[in-house]
Nanobody, 123 residues
Framework: QVQLVESGGGLVQAGGSLSVSCTLS????????MGWFRQAPGKEREFVAA????????NYVDSVKGRFTISRDNAKNTVYLQMNNVKPEATAVYYC????????????????WGQGTQVTVAS
């Protein structure tokens, strides 16, 4: 059974940086494409970034391009989301998700989800 555990959320000032991470257990991490999604209060869960199994292919929502970086360390079974120059609208619960096969950007393409970690950006 795939288990995903996020960590690293917290409070950051607007314009600052924060990194969140997600560790997968129960299966071979390098078999999975990984995604980060976020859900702000009262809003739908939205795609943020995704990375393929090798780390060579990434995809980002337009609003975070150039500021957020997704990466992975297959030896540590962990995917990261480095967030720079964060804005107050980035306040949300951040979820990591996993799927076998190709990178994807749609929520319903990911069968495995973590519990989420709160990121709050103070203005």
């Amino acid at each position: 059974q795939v288990q995903l555990v996020e960590s690293g959320g917290g409070l950051v000032q607007a314009g600052g940086s924060l990194s969140v991470s997600c560790t997968l257990s129960g299966r071979t991490f390098s078999s999975y494409a990984m995604g980060w999604f976020r859900q702000a209060p009262g809003k739908e869960r939205e795609f943020v970034a995704a990375i393929n199994w090798s780390g060579r292919i990434t995809n980002y929502v337009d609003s975070v391009k150039g500021r957020f970086t997704i990466s992975r360390d297959n030896a540590k079974n962990t995917v990261y989301l480095q967030m720079n120059n964060v804005k107050p609208e980035a306040t949300a619960v951040y979820y990591c998700a996993a799927r076998i096969s190709f990178i994807a950007t749609m929520r319903n393409e990911y069968p495995y989800w973590g519990q989420g970690t709160q990121v709050t950006v103070a203005s």
